[in-house]
């Protein structure tokens, strides 16, 4: 029997045209930030800017979350920047290479299962950093530049919010640079444009290997800087995938995307490129365009490409305030404004609030989205930690019997909330024998069983017995298997 065939949805010309257009719109982003990242970076703008298009168009058909744009990122520029500056281009290259081989591994032993651990407090503060960053990147384009900047950014917002009401066949944002883009020239405005971010590329990316020695010496130079930079394009664009998931409503496959970046990576290392991962603002971009598949990530490589080679005079001399006007409505339709709102605070619990501020706070500080997740999950750990070590409590139940005492121990035990533990009983005070019962308290670490051992030590000092019982499953196993071996 044979089983239907699904037509991909891109095939359809409704989703076609949202695609492409969106692709479109998202590489005419992409240029000027890619020539800021290689400036960052200490290379050429075409290396970024090839880097950009080959993440993009192999991450299309090897990553697992559709519509998420991969390309040369900011924070990818600021990992390599001391590695080109001591020992140039060609040992980049051969960083990317070998980070891309280093998420190809990671991603087989199944990193991207971590993403679990993250609450959801990290990435509601994880959204509201980097709309914070998006705005913030945008302030340098808005100071010390001529007046008709101004009049520019506010005309290309006021398109993008009321152009929608019209017709949403065409994106608002690629309607936006447009017209700013013939009254800039009509007008013959002096204003910032494209073309003084850097020259574009005027021919194709070569293939090759990087001129480096295929030595161990090599390998100890490029290993710590292809190390961090699989762990933060991994990072970043893990947590890009989730975001877009929640967006859409839709599951994407991780793992897959965790391998994908390293394949996108060697590619983009082999033809010349400074590496990458998940862009955040562009990938915001393509999903509000309304962009659900690979079709709009793989077209945003290819239009990128066409732009640069093929239209480079014209793209050149499009303002960059269109280009700002974008950025700055993605930044705010991205700022989870809910979450601040003083209902919301009033309801939140205290901790979930420290945890998201202190996620916004570090990732503003250091630019760096991948050590705010960190930190703000390390946070969440310490707080829930603290919050559950409280819930462990022992109380001493009445017994017919006066020769026995009977104590009830409640809750979660584990290194935090078992310390306290040893000082829950009276030990001179006691008749000869004991009874621990756990019925209601589940083991978790060995921290719980030696804490155990030292109540039963305690006890045993003064020639009294100690039975524990009501221990389930996994915590008898624990308890059975630790219990008078840990010192």
């Known amino acids: 029997m ?43 703008p075409s290396v970024g800017l090839f880097a950009s298009f080959t ?55 199944g990193v991207a299962r971590l993403m ?43 398109l993008m919010v009321f152009f929608p009401r019209l017709t949403t066949v065409v994106p608002a944002p690629l309607v936006s640079i447009a017209i700013l883009t013939a009254i800039t020239l009509g007008a013959g405005l002096a204003v910032p444009s494209v073309g003084d971010r850097g020259e574009l590329p005027s021919a194709l990316p070569a293939f090759g290997l990087p001129d480096v020695p295929f030595t161990l010496d090599t390998l100890a130079v490029v290993a710590p800087y292809a190390l961090a930079l699989a762990l933060v394009g991994l990072m970043e664009s893990l947590m ?63 239009f990128l ?17 269109a ?21 919301t605070l009033r309801r939140m619990p205290w901790g979930e609030t420290i945890v998201m501020v202190t996620t916004v706070a570090v990732v503003v500080v250091t630019h760096n989205l991948a050590i705010g997740v960190v930190v703000g999950s390390v946070t969440a750990m310490v707080i829930f ?34 310390n306290d533990l040893v000082y829950q009983f009276d030990y001179a005070g006691d008749p000869d024998e004991v009874v621990i019962d756990l019925s209601d308290a589940h083991i978790w670490d060995a921290s719980s069983v030696a804490a155990l051992d030292a109540v039963t030590g305690k006890y045993a000092a003064r020639g009294k017995t100690v039975t524990v019982t009501g221990l389930n499953a996994p915590s008898a196993e624990l308890h059975d298997t630790l219990a008078g071996r840990l010192s």
Not at 260 to 279: D, H, R
Not at 326 to 335: E, G, K, Q, R
Not at 387 to 398: D, K
């Open 2 to 44: 044979l089983l239907p065939v699904t037509r991909p949805a891109w095939l359809s010309p409704k989703v076609a045209r949202t695609e492409l257009l969106s692709g479109l719109v998202v590489a005419l982003a992409l240029i000027p930030e890619a020539i800021s990242f290689s400036v960052i970076a200490g290379v050429d």
């Open 55 to 109: 993440m993009a168009v192999v991450i299309a058909v090897v990553g697992g979350r559709p519509a998420m744009i991969s390309a040369a990122t900011g924070a990818v520029a600021l990992v390599v920047a001391p590695l080109v500056r001591e020992h140039g281009l060609s040992y980049l290259i051969a960083a990317v290479i070998v980070g891309g081989l280093i998420q190809i591994a990671l991603g087989a032993l």
């Open 116 to 158: 679990r651990f993250v609450p959801r407090s990290v990435m509601v503060g994880f959204v509201n950093a980097l709309a914070i960053l998006i705005f913030m990147a945008q302030v340098p384009e808005l100071t010390g530049v001529p007046w008709a900047v101004y009049p520019l950014v506010a005309g290309g917002l006021a």
């Open 240 to 302: 890009t995938a989730k975001l877009v998931d929640d967006l859409t409503d839709t599951h994407s496959n991780k793992t897959r995307e965790s391998v994908g970046q390293g394949v996108a990576n060697i590619v983009t290392g082999l033809f010349g490129g400074m590496g990458g991962c998940a862009m955040i603002g562009q990938t915001m971009i393509n999903v509000k365009n309304g962009a659900r598949t690979r079709l709009s990530t793989f077209s945003a490589g290819v």
């Open 305 to 321: 490409l066409i732009l640069c080679l093929v239209f480079g005079p014209w793209v050149s001399q499009i303002p960059m305030a």
């Open 323 to 343: 280009l700002v006007a974008v950025m700055i409505l993605v930044s705010f339709a991205t700022f989870d404004w809910h979450s601040i709102a003083p209902a």
């Open 385 to 418: 930690a603290r919050r559950v070590a409280h819930l462990a409590t022992v109380t001493a139940v009445p017994d017919s019997d006066p020769d026995r005492a009977v104590y009830a121990v409640t809750g979660e035990l584990f290194f935090a909330s078992s």
